[in-house]
């Protein structure tokens, strides 16, 4: 039912059921990883009203399993780009994992889809840096860094009326900050 | 042996053989389209010493085909995620499916690849803008890019002994720029 590529590797597409509605793939390596791509292969769908949500588990240093929300997967969005480098300092989510006691070995992460209704996926809030869509509003963002810069740097404008009189110091014109 | 998934939709696992060497996946609707992942099934891997370039086909305002290289999958890197978002803008690369003549139709890119030497695939150079790994560097890009709007702010920076009088004009100290 579902696939897992990690990018550059070979793609997986027999993930371990570990329970009815639950589905694990072992992500060895996972510490040199940057994106997983999770999607369905278009055998079955889910049923009417349900949803995947997708998790990235990894061991914390003590070995524990630490469970992170990366999004959804439903039939009418069947894939999904993941950025999972970044997410191993953060915390983890409430999650439907709990009482499976999967193995944790060092190395290896976890990708865990868990089969649920819509209304349920609806109410859950995925972690913000594995959104890839991120990405595609590069300009936006790449935007309104600049214009905190801009609002930055004017908080310290001066006219030459208020400079203090200092011939070495460089002077950037405000105006050349707001071209650019 | 290849297979192809846009980010959101359904995965394809059945390209057109246009040539012995050659394959095509259709791309609708691809102005709505930000990442596609191109892997290798895991079935049958390239012939020694050989690899696949990925190209990204759309038409341009005229209906000519215009093809980019987006990069490669081999054997050590059987998949790769490509950003085309951005791309539409960009010239066209040379391309090994000049005689195709593949049908353009206005909303429907093409994904092809190209079987070729892996040592010709060392003298190609895919369009920079597709790389998702760039995102993975992505503070190095952004340190970058405040480099180079240093480097530009500076060119106009003055001293106070060379500002011409202007009480109005709003100045910024460069080192402000610096420490930001």
């Known amino acids: 039912m579902f696939g897992c590529l990690v990018a550059g590797r070979l793609v997986q597409a027999a993930p371990q059921q570990v329970a009815e509605d639950k589905f694990v793939f072992d992500i060895p390596d996972y510490e040199n990883i940057n994106h997983i791509v999770v999607f369905m292969l278009g055998t079955i769908p889910f049923p009417e009203g349900m949803g995947g949500s997708v998790y990235f588990c990894y061991p914390d240093p003590s070995g524990m399993a630490v469970w992170q929300l990366l999004g959804f997967v439903t039939n009418e969005k069947p894939s999904a780009i993941f950025k999972i480098s970044g997410l191993k300092s953060g915390k983890g989510s409430q999650h439907p994992f709990g009482a499976m006691n999967l193995p944790q070995t060092p190395t290896v992460a976890q990708i865990g889809i868990s089969v649920e209704l819509l209304e349920n996926l609806a109410q859950q809030t995925p972690v913000a840096s594995a959104a890839v869509s ?25 006219t030459q009326a208020q400079m203090t009189p200092n011939p070495s110091e460089a002077f950037i014109p405000a105006n050349v900050v707001l071209k650019w």
């Open 134 to 158: 991120s990405v595609d509003s590069f300009t936006e963002f790449t935007q309104k860094m600049l214009d905190n810069f801009y609002n930055f740097a004017s908080s310290f404008a001066v």
